[in-house]
């Protein structure tokens, strides 16, 4: 038996939503072929979506190695510890008193950033940490300075960046945001923070 | 045949205001630089600049995303013959003998060559959009829902089978893609699917933050993974002249690959990538200088050259006509199309003269700018390509970062974005294909309110796909797509076109 991890996880990833889908469409009316209630279209997809999931599952056992990269034992752990930092994250936010948005920006920040622990995983961690953190900070920081922390936190992503450069980075794209966004194209979004311009 | 001309001086009327222009040689400036910047195409680009069309006409909108597209064509031929760089896929193939015809120091000729054949082909392949237009339009109008229905099923098996890998991963990808664009309002019943009671979703997932996720910002993660490497600019780039010998042999190969790229464009799922790779393999069989290949043939630059931009035109046939998109690029286009208002379909050339007559006046106009763009401007490309990538992926993640926001002032969509680009980061490592997503999202909707009216009319009798006799179209069209199906079993089909996918 020749095992194909990646295509094992694929196909048990389509099966599992398949499954969530079927789960989530409960509630709803599946009216008769003739007049499709909304539930119709959902239950032939996600029946048809684990059908493939299966099949890919099946062929999975067969297809030959395809093995996924190697994963250090520092990336293994940190995956659910990024797990359970996003959802603490997200709870404490809540009861801190953030509404909105803002929890789900900060859990998904924490999630970001306690993978980034692991180096292999900063690409990924730290790129969207970044833009976790413009989410959160836009409506109150304005745009000027959530472009800033954003861009410094992104480029933490790749090792060779240098302070000056990035200083350089950010001063570049703050005055073409601008020049773009603000002057040119007149999107609604508050340029500075909303609590220097009250 | 007067019509048609008619038809095309109405539509340079349009396509020559000085907006139209404007933004049709934005659009092309814009889609040479990402062309010749490697790691961010034109999917994700498009879905950039979706929410900055929303304060344009229709028109201008489309005139200025199609010149991005096509225009990435021109763009990624120019690294790939100048430093084995290809900016897009469909230009791999291009770096295989342009690249050697640098290193002979005959760089000018390749790059002369590509510009040269890809303006040919644009000018035939738009002939060929204009022609088809109205005569599609005809055969499409008497499409019934259920044929409607079929021609999407039709469309969304094609992409499946042309991608990359495993066929049946590559369905699921597009039956995934039909599951998300079932969360929202049921337009039917007016009851809300799978929103969890978020009032954001109730339109439905935003197909920008899905496109810029799976396509901008997984490709970002994808390129800081690779380390960087800097290939040495092969020689300079000498005269642009081609020689009369040169001249002979691009021309027969530039004509075939414009027929071939003509054809392949219009299949769904097919487009620039696979003519160019289609009409490489057919030089290498062809062409009577068939053994220079591998030491810079200069049929190798012309063919595929010709293809690629041949086929990014006529892709837009299925949607102009039939409301269909051939590709991802597309998709966005029927997504563009559906912010303005408009609804994609044969209607649309008859409702929207403007907008066809003058999407395709524009075509060529941007045709002409980029020959102009490309060959001249060489130098100011290749300075571009020395920015080093550290400095632009923060740029592409902030422009993504506000441009989803500006869609509707709400950081949600950010968050959105953030989650289908760790999606589509994981989807890659698994190959697992974004593209047939993308299509199977933007189809699925359409395609559920057909098969509901097509059941409807048929009191729920599913005969109605197959029955020969009333509706021979969607008998047909659902034929085609089990003999597509079925042929990619057959392990010969398959093994050609993987050997044609990887090059």
């Not at chain 2, 644009?122 to 088809?132: L, Q």
């Not at chain 2, 035109?313 to 597309?330: C, E, H, K, R």
Request: charged fraction near 10%; proline fraction near 5%; aromatic fraction near 10%.
């Amino acid at each position: 038996m020749k095992l194909n991890t990646k295509n094992l996880i694929s196909g048990g990833l389509l099966v599992l939503i398949a499954v969530v889908g079927l789960w989530l469409n409960q509630d709803h009316n599946l009216g008769t072929a003739r007049r499709m209630g909304p539930g119709y279209m959902p239950m032939l997809t996600f029946w048809l979506l684990a059908g493939l999931g299966a099949l890919v599952v099946v062929g999975a056992l067969f297809n030959g190695p395809d093995p996924l990269d190697d994963w250090t034992k520092l990336e293994i752990l940190a995956v659910p510890f990024a797990l359970v930092a996003g959802f603490v994250v997200f709870f404490i936010a809540r009861s801190v008193g953030f509404v909105g948005w803002y929890p789900l920006g900060f859990g998904l920040l924490g999630a970001c950033l306690a993978i980034s622990v692991a180096p292999g995983w900063r690409p990924i961690g730290l790129v969207h940490a970044g833009m976790a953190v413009f989410g959160l900070m836009l409506d109150q920081f304005g745009l000027m300075i959530s472009i800033v922390c954003a861009v410094v936190v992104a480029t933490l992503a790749e090792p060779t960046h240098r302070p000056k450069g990035v200083l350089g980075l950010v001063i570049f794209l703050c005055v073409l945001c601008w020049w773009v966004f603000i002057r040119e194209l007149d999107i609604r979004v508050p340029v500075w923070p909303v609590f220097l311009t009250q | 045949m007067e019509l048609l001309i008619a038809n095309l001086a109405h539509g340079f009327g349009v396509a020559l205001s000085f907006e139209n222009l404007l933004f049709a040689l934005l659009g092309c400036v814009i889609g040479t630089a990402i062309g010749v910047l490697p790691g961010i195409g034109p999917v994700a680009t498009i879905s950039l600049l979706l929410p900055i069309t929303f304060g344009m006409s229709a028109t201008t909108a489309i005139i200025m995303l199609a010149g991005i597209f096509y225009g990435a064509q021109y763009g990624g031929s120019t690294t790939a013959i100048l430093l084995n760089l290809p900016g897009e896929v469909s230009s791999v193939v291009t770096t295989l003998e342009g690249y050697k015809m640098a290193r002979r120091g005959r760089a000018g000729a390749a790059l002369a060559t590509a510009a040269i054949g890809s303006f040919f082909a644009g000018t035939v392949s738009t002939i060929i959009v204009a022609a088809s237009g109205p005569l599609l339009t005809q055969v499409a109008l008497s499409f019934g829902p259920a044929d409607y229905f079929s021609l999407m099923l039709l469309g969304l098996i094609i992409s499946a089978v042309l991608a990359q890998g495993s066929v049946v991963k590559a369905i699921g990808m597009v039956v995934l893609g039909v599951a998300l664009g079932l969360v929202g309002t049921d337009v039917q019943t007016g009851q809300q699917r799978f929103t969890f009671g978020i009032p954001e979703l109730s339109d439905g997932i935003g197909f920008v933050p899905v496109a810029m996720g799976m396509f901008g910002i997984a490709e970002i993660i994808l390129n800081l993974e690779r380390p960087e490497s800097r290939s040495i600019l092969s020689a300079k780039v000498g005269s642009l002249f081609l020689t009369k010998e040169e001249w002979k042999r691009a021309t027969p190969s530039v004509l075939r690959g414009t027929a071939l790229g003509s054809l392949l464009g219009i299949l769904p799922g097919g487009g620039a990538s696979l003519a160019a790779f289609g009409s490489y393999m057919m030089e290498r069989k062809i062409s009577k200088y068939r053994h220079e290949f591998g030491t810079g043939a200069i049929e190798g630059v012309a063919g595929p050259e010709a293809a690629n931009n041949a086929a990014a035109q006529t892709s837009f046939i299925p949607l102009l006509t039939l409301g269909i998109p051939a590709n991802a690029v597309m998709a966005l286009m029927v997504g563009a199309l559906i912010i303005q208002g408009i609804q994609p379909g044969p209607r649309m050339v008859e409702a929207q003269p403007d907008l066809f007559w003058g999407l395709i006046a524009s075509m060529w106009v941007g045709n002409l700018m980029l020959l102009v763009i490309n060959l001249p401007m060489i130098g100011v490309w290749v300075k571009l390509l020395e920015v080093p990538y550290k400095y632009l992926y923060p740029s592409i993640l902030i422009f993504c970062s506000i441009g989803v926001y500006s869609l509707n002032n709400n950081v949600f969509d950010i968050y959105m974005t953030l989650f289908f680009g760790v999606f589509g980061y994981l989807c890659s490592k698994l190959r697992l294909e974004a593209a047939p997503m993308l299509i199977g999202f933007v189809l699925g909707p359409m395609m559920e309110e057909h098969l509901r009216r097509a059941m409807l009319l048929s009191r729920g009798d599913p005969y109605v796909f197959i029955d020969y006799q009333n509706r021979p179209i969607s008998t047909v069209l659902l034929a085609i797509s089990a003999v597509a199906l079925l042929s990619m079993m057959l392990p010969g089909i398959r093994k050609g076109k993987d050997k044609a996918m990887a090059g």
